[in-house]
């Protein structure tokens, strides 16, 4: 082979230029300090294994006589620990599921956890037992049939007392505060056994029938009676004593809406500690019922239905501590119970029949 040389590359008329050689690579001190540090830690890094992970004993969190832990079980401790900020890891082991953590956050693993299992031992706590319901329907039905029958005799033409024709609407309605005050309470009790038409009272029935039945089984017919009388006479004073002197009202809703309020009161009371931060579902469930069926119609008397509503609720905040302190009241109670019920009511009307007018 023939040997080439740079000359021979170069063409006629072309002259061989040398090549500039490339100019030095230039650092700083300051780069060449950080190069520097960079090669001596390269080391270090490359010399480290990663931290240890070891599996938390449960006996250390929930005591000796631990069950195996079950996978909900774990992934729940993962997340509290997730919430305190400790890297957890869950995986199946031989006897159940098991938690890793890094070696250095064992010790705060373990008692975060035992924290969290103290603070929730017995938790949520059971539901109270339900009491049995008592068997009382057909005696509650048989007074709101009663009921129906005394506004069918009202609007008949009967002597009564030495009244002919009796205005049993003049003479017992709720008609302003001052008639009131002056001596004719009766009109808070009569008020609550009128209703100014037909349609009017089967919608009182109708509704107030399934709250007051239920209210009943519940507590007792007595002390179901009792209190609703005291909620609706409550209820027709507040509303009197705000209304207008010319207002006037009349119908059972005033006892009904308290019938409401006392069952949602007593659901309150009777679940306060498994409901929780969620204690007041029941009274606003109650106000939803409250809204929907107390703000129809141009003549709902709502002064009324709010009042006996929140005296409802009152008389069942103080009935649900006495009944889960002493229990229900026995046959016996009850029926003295609705024995002055109908008592107060007998006397109401024969005031109403002999002063009123």
């Known amino acids: ?93 031989e006897g159940g599921w098991r938690l890793r953590v890094p070696a250095s956050r064992l010790d705060d693993a373990c008692r975060e956890l035992r924290l969290y299992v103290e603070e929730n031992r017995n938790w949520p706590p059971f539901l109270p037992p339900v009491r049995p319901m008592m068997e009382n329907t057909l005696p509650t039905l048989s ?34 505060s001052d008639i009131i005050m002056r001596g004719e309470w009766w009109r808070l009790v009569t008020a609550l056994t009128l209703h100014a038409d037909s349609v009017h009272l089967f919608s009182n029935l109708a509704i107030g029938g399934i709250f007051i039945v239920y209210l009943c089984r519940d507590l007792g017919s007595g002390l179901a009676w009792t209190l609703l ?25 005033t006892a009904i809406f308290g019938a409401v309020g006392i069952l949602g009161a007593i659901t309150m009371v009777r679940y306060r500690h498994h409901l929780r931060r969620r204690w007041p579902l029941p009274i ?25 509503f929140l005296f409802g609720c009152v008389f069942g905040f103080m009935a649900e501590f006495v009944v889960g302190y002493l229990g229900r009241p026995g046959r016996l109670v009850n029926a003295l119970l609705a024995l002055a019920s109908a008592s107060v009511l007998l006397v109401a009307w024969w005031f109403a029949l002999s002063y009123s007018g």
């Open 1 to 93: 082979m023939m040997e080439r040389h740079n000359d021979d590359l170069v063409g006629p008329g072309e002259t061989c230029r040398a090549t500039a050689p490339a100019p030095p690579f230039l650092v700083t001190p300051g780069e060449g300090s950080a190069i520097l540090c960079g090669m001596e830690r390269e080391p270090e890094h490359i010399g480290m294994t990663e931290e240890e992970w070891v599996v938390i004993p449960q006996e250390r969190v929930e005591g000796e006589a631990s069950p195996r832990l079950s996978q909900r079980k774990a992934r729940l401790w993962a997340l509290v620990l997730e919430a305190r900020f400790i890297e957890t890891r869950v995986e199946p082991g």
């Open 143 to 176: 007074v709101l049939l009663l009921l129906a029958t005394f506004h069918n005799l009202t609007g008949l033409d009967l002597a009564v007392m030495g009244r002919y024709p009796v205005d049993w609407i003049d003479i017992g309605n709720t008609h302003g």
């Open 229 to 253: 009388l005291a909620s609706g006479v409550c209820g027709n004073l507040a509303n009197a004593y705000l209304q207008l002197p010319s207002h006037s009202s009349v119908g059972s809703s």
């Open 284 to 308: 606003a469930a109650a106000m939803a019922l409250l809204v929907l069926l107390g703000t129809d119609g141009e003549r709902t008397d709502l002064g009324a239905h709010l009042f006996g």
